[in-house]
């Protein structure tokens, strides 16, 4: 069975439980919790390794069941898993059991039985999983950014950052692991060393995320993928309450847009004595609600000296007044803001988002001066019209970046049409040190212009009040 086959039978499924009831990322949910039992099962009786599920939980014993047995074993397994610490524990995390009929739940756990998962390919298991994720994403609309950020720019951003097998890498706001894998993808295929794979797979690569639910999904998409072994490399939490004492060397990540939502603090009857919305922390230049704002502050921080980043911002980022005029000031002072890629609108999964990838550096800071010298701006914006359906986003679209970024030595950039470089100086005399800039001439606002020509004017009224006549005609015949 082909890798599209199996994608689209195990998603054919989801079809007959949507009529009962069950959501697109609840069967998606499901099919990682049977999953991951299968394959357990699969390397206990084929590869003869130690289970990591207690036995009365595994899989050779579910999927006897039937009935109400099964629903009450599958809903005690779910239970008792989430209470084991390490990979499993992270996998079913808060899991519940969203299929409320034993005989479609028995039907699902056919489905994922039939097929011998551990003897596909490891980028195979990682690929139909990740189609999996990609259709939810479609399907719900869940995708702007916290859950599913477009592959070909994730891989357009790790070619440039050019990761290497010792690097440590962050995601503060991991969603489902794409930068987590294209980084992990790209550093593999450096080294042939078996104790330098090993590390990468167990000990080189972070991620964190606030719901329970995507950290779930994460960590067996890189299970799959072969990342991780009994602890999991991500973990559920906020990654901006503290930095931690851990740093990285390399952080990419698309964290979640909008504002942060108002942590209520309980008093000791549970009433509700106040409620939070900002972070306040001693290595934070401003304190605001601003998550983007609040991350591009937490990466600062968690970044070693000499470390890098590539940072999915949207817009208000880049000119905000207050907290967002601090910390890019912040920025251009003491990190080397080197590179600015403006996004196209109709990549993401939510309508109208106005995104940008940061890339900067961590230097030891200066008593005087600066860090950033030039900033070089990529508009791939301008005149770039892309949707998800009939023109979305490809590796094709982003070479031009790649190369213009010329990864491999910086010194050689050349200006072209889209990209431009900007000094320091001119810079930061700018309005609010605003860092949205734009030179191309936007070619749709030609066309509002010539609307707006009196004669071009004069004929679209008269055109819409003919149209007008003749309805009104019909309606009096």
Same mark, same amino acid.
């Not at 109400?68 to 899991?95: C, D, F, M, R, W």
């Not at 167990?202 to 067996?220: Q, R, T």
């Not at 970024?405 to 050349?414: E, G, I, L, P």
């Given at each position: 069975?082909?890798?599209?086959?199996?994608?689209?039978?195990?998603?054919?499924?989801?079809?007959?439980?949507?009529?009962?009831?069950?959501?697109?990322?609840?069967?998606?949910?499901?099919?990682?919790?049977?999953?991951?039992?299968?394959?357990?099962?699969?390397?206990?009786?084929?590869?003869?390794?130690?289970?990591?599920?207690?036995?009365?939980?595994?899989?050779?014993?579910?999927?006897?069941?039937?009935?109400?047995?099964?629903?009450?074993?599958?809903?005690?397994?779910?239970?008792?898993?989430?209470?084991?610490?390490?990979?499993?524990?992270?996998?079913?995390?808060?899991?519940?059991? &969203?299929?409320?009929?034993?005989?479609?739940?028995?039907?699902?756990?056919?489905?994922?039985? #039939?097929?011998?998962?551990?003897?596909?390919?490891?980028?195979?298991?990682?690929?139909?999983? #990740?189609?999996?994720?990609?259709?939810?994403?479609?399907?719900?609309?869940?995708?702007?950014?916290?859950?599913?950020?477009?592959?070909?720019?994730?891989?357009?951003?790790?070619?440039?950052?050019?990761?290497?097998?010792?690097?440590?890498?962050?995601?503060?706001?991991?969603?489902?692991?794409?930068?987590?894998?294209?980084?992990?993808?790209?550093?593999?295929?450096?080294?042939?060393?078996?104790?330098?794979?090993?590390?990468?797979? #167990?000990?080189?690569?972070?991620?964190?995320?606030?719901?329970?639910?995507?950290?779930?999904?994460?960590?067996?998409?890189?299970?799959?993928?072969?990342?991780?072994? &009994?602890?999991?490399?991500?973990?559920?939490?906020?990654?901006?309450?503290?930095?931690? #004492?851990?740093?990285?060397?390399?952080?990419?990540?698309?964290?979640?847009?909008?504002?942060?939502?108002?942590?209520?603090?309980?008093?000791?009857?549970?009433?509700?004595?106040?409620?939070?919305?900002?972070?306040?922390?001693?290595?934070?230049?401003?304190?605001?609600?601003?998550?983007?704002?609040?991350?591009?502050?937490?990466?600062?921080?968690?970044?070693?000296?000499?470390?890098?980043?590539?940072?999915?911002?949207?817009?208000?980022?880049?000119?905000?007044?207050?907290?967002?005029?601090?910390?890019?000031?912040?920025?251009?002072?003491?990190?080397?803001?080197?590179?600015?890629?403006?996004?196209?609108?109709?990549?993401?999964?939510?309508?109208?988002?106005?995104?940008?990838?940061?890339?900067?550096?961590?230097?030891?800071?200066?008593?005087?001066?600066?860090?950033?010298?030039?900033?070089?701006?990529?508009?791939?914006?301008?005149?770039?019209?892309?949707?998800?359906?009939?023109?979305?986003?490809?590796?094709?679209?982003?070479?031009?970046?790649?190369?213009?970024?010329?990864?491999?030595?910086?010194?050689?950039?050349?200006?072209?049409?889209?990209?431009?470089?900007?000094?320091?100086?001119?810079?930061?005399?700018?309005?609010?040190?605003?860092?949205?800039?734009?030179?191309?001439?936007?070619?749709?606002?030609?066309?509002?212009?010539?609307?707006?020509?009196?004669?071009?004017?004069?004929?679209?009224?008269?055109?819409?009040?003919?149209?007008?006549?003749?309805?009104?005609?019909?309606?009096?015949?």
């Amino acid at each position: 069975m082909t890798e599209n086959n199996l994608i689209t039978k195990v998603w054919n499924y989801a079809t007959i439980l949507k009529d009962s009831g069950v959501a697109y990322t609840d069967y998606v949910a499901q099919i990682t919790y049977l999953l991951f039992l299968k394959m357990d099962d699969e390397c206990t009786s084929l590869l003869g390794q130690e289970s990591l599920i207690p036995k009365k939980y595994q899989w050779k014993n579910l999927k006897t069941l039937d009935g109400v047995e099964l629903e009450t074993a599958y809903n005690k397994a779910l239970t008792e898993l989430s209470k084991i610490k390490g990979i499993v524990g992270t996998i079913y995390s808060k899991a519940q059991n &969203k299929i409320n009929e034993p005989a479609k739940l028995k039907k699902l756990i056919s489905v994922v039985d #039939e097929q011998t998962w551990m003897g596909l390919d490891i980028d195979v298991k990682g690929a139909i999983y #990740e189609g999996l994720l990609q259709k939810n994403a479609t399907e719900t609309k869940a995708g702007a950014g916290q859950y599913f950020t477009p592959r070909p720019l994730i891989n357009a951003i790790v070619e440039v950052m050019k990761p290497n097998p010792d690097n440590t890498i962050l995601d503060p706001a991991c969603g489902t692991g794409g930068f987590l894998l294209a980084a992990y993808d790209y550093m593999k295929k450096q080294t042939k060393d078996k104790e330098k794979l090993k590390a990468l797979r #167990e000990e080189k690569l972070f991620g964190v995320d606030i719901a329970p639910l995507v950290v779930s999904l994460c960590a067996m998409n890189l299970y799959l993928h072969g990342i991780g072994s &009994k602890e999991s490399p991500v973990k559920q939490g906020d990654s901006l309450i503290s930095a931690g #004492e851990k740093r990285f060397d390399m952080v990419l990540t698309n964290p979640p847009f909008g504002k942060k939502s108002a942590t209520k603090i309980l008093g000791d009857d549970g009433s509700v004595k106040s409620e939070k919305e900002d972070y306040q922390r001693d290595d934070f230049t401003a304190t605001t609600s601003n998550k983007q704002i609040n991350f591009l502050q937490h990466i600062m921080t968690v970044l070693k000296i000499g470390g890098t980043a590539a940072v999915v911002v949207p817009d208000n980022v880049l000119f905000e007044g207050g907290a967002g005029e601090k910390v890019r000031k912040k920025l251009l002072k003491d990190f080397n803001l080197h590179t600015i890629l403006r996004l196209p609108t109709g990549i993401f999964y939510a309508q109208g988002v106005k995104a940008n990838v940061l890339f900067f550096d961590k230097l030891s800071p200066l008593e005087d001066g600066h860090r950033t010298n030039d900033v070089w701006v990529y508009d791939f914006r301008t005149n770039v019209n892309l949707t998800l359906v009939t023109n979305a986003l490809n590796d094709e679209h982003l070479k031009d970046f790649v190369k213009c970024y010329c990864a491999d030595d910086v010194s050689k950039r050349t200006e072209s049409e889209r990209f431009k470089k900007f000094s320091y100086d001119e810079i930061i005399k700018r309005d609010k040190t605003n860092l949205d800039i734009t030179w191309l001439k936007d070619e749709s606002l030609d066309d509002l212009e010539n609307l707006l020509e009196p004669d071009v004017l004069a004929k679209e009224i008269l055109t819409n009040l003919e149209c007008a006549l003749e309805a009104f005609k019909k309606l009096n015949v």
